[in-house]
């Protein structure tokens, strides 16, 4: 489970109909904003989620908003919804992970997060600072979207950066075919199962959207 928000509505999204343990339930664009200091080193990264339409308005109903359904919360509608998705399980990392090069970078918990209820799409964002200034000499910082469970299908939509303008960022999709294997071969181990997907296997790296920065070249 992704967050402890994940309540009723992710329980109408799976009464939706669907093949047996079709993955994802949740689809989500993301837009990944990596901020520099004045000193060149990275410092954080502005994470922005829009969520689907059905997911969306599962939530926004579940929540009793927008009673007169015309697609709009109030200011104070949106006082009460900010952070729904920030509720983080101490064991969920957040599903932005960041590399530079192949060596991991710790995250911070998220913080200053807003939200907003656009064209039906429910969208917050977040910043998550790195647990030091990273230094791009040492090789691409490379910031990846994926839920390892893969309940939630990211996809980047866009990717920057702020504060330096000798960077370039490229963002690099998956191998589908490669990861749609490597998730059948994991299925076919359940052999049908239906308790899988209350365990559903860590497939979600093999489908990672990455947004890969360099600087200075």
């Not at 669907?18 to 994470?47: M, N, T, Y």
């Not at 359904?69 to 920030?86: R, Y």
């Not at 807003?114 to 090789?139: N, Q």
Request: with cysteine; glycine share 8%; hydrophobic share 45%.
């Amino acid at each position: 489970m992704r967050a402890v928000w994940a309540g009723t509505a992710v329980l109408a999204a799976l009464a939706a109909p669907k093949p047996a343990l079709a993955h994802p339930h949740i689809f989500i664009d993301a837009a990944l904003e990596v901020v520099f200091a004045a000193d060149g080193r990275a410092e954080g990264v502005r994470v922005r989620w829009s969520y689907d339409e059905f997911f969306s308005l599962t939530l926004v109903a579940e929540r009793g908003l927008d009673p007169d359904f015309d697609g709009v919360l109030t200011p104070e509608e949106l006082v009460q919804i900010n952070g729904f998705d920030m509720g983080w399980q101490p064991e969920f990392q957040g599903d932005t992970y960041a590399l530079l090069d192949t060596a991991p970078l710790a995250l911070s918990r998220p913080m200053d997060w807003t939200v907003a209820y656009e064209g039906g799409k429910l969208i917050s964002t977040h910043y998550r600072r790195f647990e030091a200034p990273v230094d791009l000499g040492a090789g691409p910082l490379l910031v990846q979207s994926y839920d390892p469970g893969f309940y939630t299908a990211y996809t980047v939509a866009d990717a920057k950066v702020v504060g330096r303008d000798d960077c370039t960022v490229d963002v690099y999709e998956p191998d589908r075919e490669a990861a749609d294997q490597i998730l059948q071969e994991a299925l076919a181990e359940f052999a049908g199962d239906e308790a899988a997907e209350a365990d559903f296997p860590a497939v979600g790296a093999a489908y990672a959207e990455e947004a890969r920065v360099s600087c200075g070249g």
